[in-house]
Each structure stands twice: as C-alpha cells, then as structure tokens.
C-alpha cells in the first residue's frame, strides 16, 4: 500500500512453451478456488458460492482448517477498525457506513458443518474436517457467504467511482508446521495480509453497464439479461481481487509480453500512466527476475490511501494529484515482486515488503531520469522526514520508537508506523547497497526474488541471501535497523 502523506513527503503468462506442462506440475500442490459471485449494486450486496479444493501442504496431520473473515473488519462491531480517526472523513464521506461477510452454509466433501466462527472480531472461519488430512491430501471446502458493502472509499466498498472487491472472500490461512495457522486479525495500519499463492477460476456477475477489473484473464464473458457473468481464471497467485465500475474508460498496452491495461476515469494523463507501468513492469523485470503472468491491470478508484497492490491488480487512488500518480503506480507495481511473488507475513514483518518496495521505487527513479526525481533527492527527501518524526515524537513523547520489525498492532500510531517502515526503510536500503556496492546488491535482490517466487519469504531468509552473497555475517547490520538501534544526528 501506498500512504499519501508519504508520497507527498518523500517528491520534495506468456511463459516459454514448455511451461504449460511444467506449471501443471508445480502448481498441483496450490489450493483451488473456485468462485461465483453475484453483485448487486441497488442493495450494495454480494451472493456468492465458493469451492476451495484445499491440499494439506504441511507434515502433520489437520483436523481442521482455518479461513480469514477480512469484510468483517467493515462491520459495526468492529467500529473504527479499517482507518485511524485522522483518515475517518477521508474513508466515510457520507458518514460512518458499515460492511462484512456472513458465512451462510459450510461443506466438507459434500457433508453438511456446522458454521463457526472462532474469535470475537468474527474475522476467523474454523472448518472441522470429516477425518483426519493427511500430507499432501486434498479436501472439497464449500462456503456460501453474502457479502454487505460499506459505503467506504477502501480496499472492501463503494464510492463515487467505483465498487472494490478486495479481501471479499474466505481465505485460507497460511500454515506452519510448528506454529500451526497464522490467525492474526487486522489492522488499519499498512497491509495486515498473509496467503499463499493459489490457483483461481473466478465467475462474477454484475449489471451490464459496469466494467470489470481483474486479478488474471477473461476467459468468458456472457450477458443474462441484465447482467454481465465474467469467468476469470489466473494461476499461481498470492489473492485474487476486483473492481467494477459503470464509469471506466480503457487503455492497454504491450511490454516484455504482459498485457497491461489501465481502467480509470480521472485521471487526465491517462496514457502517460499507462506507460510508467509498463515501465515499471520493464525496470523490474531487468532488476528482479521476470514478471511472470501475461497481463497486468492497474485501476483507478475510490481509495483513502494513495494506492492498493493485489497479485496481477493494484488499485490507484482517485484522490491523487496528478503529479504522484506515477510515484504511487511506480510503487504499486513494485509489490508485484515484493508481496505478489515473494510472499511475506504482512502482519508480523511489513518492512519486508513494503519498506524493499518503497526502495524498489527509488530505483526506477533512479534509473528513469526523465522523471526528474533524482535518486539523492528522495534519499534526503526520506531523511527529512524521518529527522522530523523523530524530533516532533521525541518532543511529544519524551521518547521515540524506532524499531521497524514489529507486528502491525504494535504501532501505536500510523505516522509511527509510516515513517519507520516507508522512511526508514530507504534509509537501511541506501545504507545496505553503500556497504555492499551496487552490483551484490542488485545480484542478492533477484537471488532472493529467484529462490522465493511463489512461496514465503521471513526475515532471516533474507538476511541469509545476503550474507550468501557477500560471504560474511550481515545479522548485526540488519538488527541495528530492524530492531531500532541506528541513531540518527539530531539537528
Ligand atoms: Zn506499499
């Protein structure tokens, strides 16, 4: 995600032909979901059935299985839960509106469950299986929801522009085979996300006026009177989510072989967003490792924060300013990589996205000097920032916390958790490619992107392809970051 404040700081599957084969195999052990799902724009609601063919890719033996219930952070009980006070009128223009998800009816293998949700913030589904799953098993989890939209300009909610359906449906969550499912709730601070990639055949139905946006590729598109069913199907990847509008125009072009198209309906350089897209989509693949799938859709719509990023779609807020635009689609398009492809727990270890995302940035400014933002000027640009934070929270607090490897709940306030991950952040990478050089930096970013596309990447994964790549211990500079102790010069 892309924080406005922050921008406005910080400017001072074409694969080769024998994959098709070969991707059959490596995704045979990704869960499958199939979704249908109708929206209904005169009541703001979502009817929708959804089959998880669901494989136990751990070493032990599962009685259950686990799903997150994100809508539900939109409900009333979970009051204020999606945005900080400061960002309240900004969300609900028309007053405080309320969503969620209410699971309807739950099947294991065609068998009838009981619905349970486990925790007080209704955000967790607990599945009781028939009998024991064993390794590399599959089960069928069937899951009949509806879904209420808030009249919210986020990531789960309707605007003026457009409907967002990002988060919208159960998700499987993630499993360790020590720690056994990752259960942490939400938070309004950054992106509080954690999956694995899956397989997706999507089928939404929606009025005919209104256009879709997509996470993967239109397979079928058919009218029903009034509506419009669009089958969606993308392989491989970490979420799947989608945006319609009745208001979009469309532009595409074609780069490295990805399809990029932009929805959008404010935005007066449309065509010059499109190709920082496609530029980023360039960039990055030279720095990182190639963008795998063959589109790639950025979307204009109602958003409070500058930008959204989801495997194959990132959002674009129409609050921007047409000068940050190209820094937030930049900074979008980058968590591509870095959370799409290398996956992270975005609850427990945000820098390990956002804050490599928001350097990755800098990067493509720095190799595209024809945008005029120069590399040693977002640098300082970060470095005025974080100074300020710390002599306005030093004055307030007494004290001011600097550790960036903290659990989302752990912020205590956004500016706290802004500044650390996004400034600091550029402020450990610059740091880290000055102590490295330039050419092992770039080799250890796509070795690390290399060994963990498609899967889950922690801290400790990456300090060691690091310390790989350089032939000595790292562990004490990336602590003194991560944990807070770099001091800064008080001016
Ligand atoms: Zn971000």
Known sequence: MKKLKYVLLSVLFILPFFCFAGCQASEQNLNNYEIVITYDNQTQTAQAGMVVDYVNNSSNVLNFVMFHLYPNAFSESNDGMVCSTANEVKTYPNGKSFGGVEVLSVKVDGEEKDVQIVDEEQMLLQVDLNEELFPDERVKIQIDFALTLPNANHRFGYGDGAVNFGNFYPIACVYDDEKGFSTDSYSSNGDPFFSDCANYNVTVSYP?????????????????????????????????????????????????????????????????????????????????????????????????????????????????????????????????????????????????????????????????????????????????????????????????????????????????????????????????????????????????????????????????????????????????????????IEK
């Open 208 to 488: 005919d006026d209104y256009t879709i946006a997509c996470s993967g590729d239109k397979v079928v598109t058919k009218n029903n009177g009034d509506l419009t069913s669009t089958t969606i199907v993308s392989n491989n990847i970490r979420d799947f989510a989608f945006v319609l509008s009745n208001q979009f125009s469309v532009l595409s072009k074609t780069t490295n072989g990805v399809e990029v198209k932009y929805f959008y309906y404010n935005d007066q350089n449309a065509e010059k967003s499109l190709n920082t897209a496609c530029k980023a989509i360039e960039k990055f693949s030279d720095m990182f490792g190639g963008y795998p799938y063959n589109s790639f859709t950025i979307v204009e719509t109602n958003f409070v924060h500058g930008g959204m990023e989801y495997p194959r779609l990132i959002m674009i807020s129409d609050f921007l300013k047409s000068e940050d635009y190209d820094y937030v689609i930049v900074h979008e398009t980058a968590h591509q990589w870095w959370y799409g492809l290398v996956g992270n727990d975005e609850f427990n270890e945000a820098w390990l996205d956002e804050s490599l995302t928001e350097y990755s940035t800098v990067l493509f400014f720095e190799a595209c000097p024809e945008y005029n933002l120069s590399y040693s000027q977002i640098v300082s640009g970060a470095n005025n920032t974080y100074q300020f934070f710390l002599q306005i929270y030093k004055k307030i607090n007494g004290s001011v916390e600097t550790s960036m490897l903290r659990s989302l709940d752990e912020f205590d306030t956004e500016p706290e958790y802004v500044n650390n991950i996004y400034a600091r952040g550029v402020l450990m990478f610059d740091a880290l490619r000055s102590q490295v050089g330039e050419k092992k930096f770039l080799s250890a970013l796509s070795t690390y992107f290399e060994k963990f596309k498609n899967k889950i990447a922690t801290t400790a994964d990456f300090i060691s392809v690091f310390e790989d790549k350089c032939g000595r211990q790292m562990e004490g500079f990336f602590n003194s970051w991560l944990e807070g102790e770099v001091v800064f």
